[in-house]
């Protein structure tokens, strides 16, 4: 499974790719308005900043929601790099553009996904990624989880080369949940991720080897 943060801080990008276990990144307008990004010239060089900083995918969000608008954005967007993935929301015309972009060679990422249907959809119309959002699903009681497992099985089935990637990851257990179900990509925050890293056992485990490796050599005395 492939592990994308979600942000727009170019310090917590770094400090998960200089971890060695980053792939991409996803962004969204609300990402870049917390970091104070705006203007249309500041978010494509925030872009491109992004871009330089890591080696895999970065998902880069439409702002448009009418199918010539978003073709026109998309494209702006395509050209910053060959690593960016154009973002497109699941409506009827995002649809459609995700068909466009997909016979230009395009690549998109279908976000705002929250139910199997939207993701046969896209992933009919050609999207390179599909996003369900697995914890705002969780935050209506609705289990998030099981629509990733849904969505990986009908892909299974018929051979879809679409990529699913769960969003709205919110702590390590989803993060566990997703790789057990099978998606292909997670996106969550730099803390989620970091999460992963501990364990009480871990910090006694190593505590007690600090303190025995030091007890055994303590200097001799005379």
């Known amino acids: ?25 996803t962004t969204n307008p609300s990402l870049m308005a917390k970091e104070g990004i705006t203007g249309k010239d500041n978010v494509m060089r925030h872009y491109k900043q992004i871009c330089e900083i890591v080696e895999g995918d ?3 969000e439409v702002i448009s929601i009418k199918y010539e608008e978003m073709i026109k954005e998309g494209e702006e967007l395509a ?3 060959e690593n960016i993935v154009v973002k497109i929301p699941m409506t009827a015309e995002g649809v459609k553009a995700i ?32 996003s369900p959002f697995v914890g705002r699903l969780d935050d209506i009681s609705t289990d998030g989880m099981a629509l990733i497992e849904q969505i990986v099985t ?15 990851v919110r702590h390590p257990m989803h993060i566990i949940q997703c790789a057990e179900i099978g998606a292909d990509v997670m996106t969550a925050p730099l803390s989620a991720i970091k999460a992963l890293l501990n364990h009480p056992l871990t910090d006694s485990g190593l505590a007690k080897f600090l303190a025995d490796h030091e007890k055994a050599n303590l200097p001799v005395k005379q």
Do not use: H, P, W
């Not at 499974?1 to 990144?25: P, W, Y």
């Not at 199997?116 to 990624?129: D, I």
């Not at 009908?154 to 709205?168: D, H």
């Open 58 to 60: 970065v998902s880069a």
């Open 1 to 25: 499974m492939k592990f994308f943060i979600d942000t727009a801080n170019l310090a917590d990008i770094r400090e998960a790719q200089e971890m060695g276990i980053l792939d991409g990144v």
């Open 154 to 168: 009908i892909f299974t089935n018929y051979g879809y080369t679409t990529e699913v990637l769960a969003a709205s």
């Open 99 to 130: 068909k466009y972009f997909s016979e230009k060679g395009i690549r998109t990422n279908c976000t705002l996904i929250f139910s199997a249907g939207q993701a046969l959809v896209a992933a009919k119309a050609g999207a390179s990624y599909v």
């Open 79 to 81: 050209e910053l790099d």
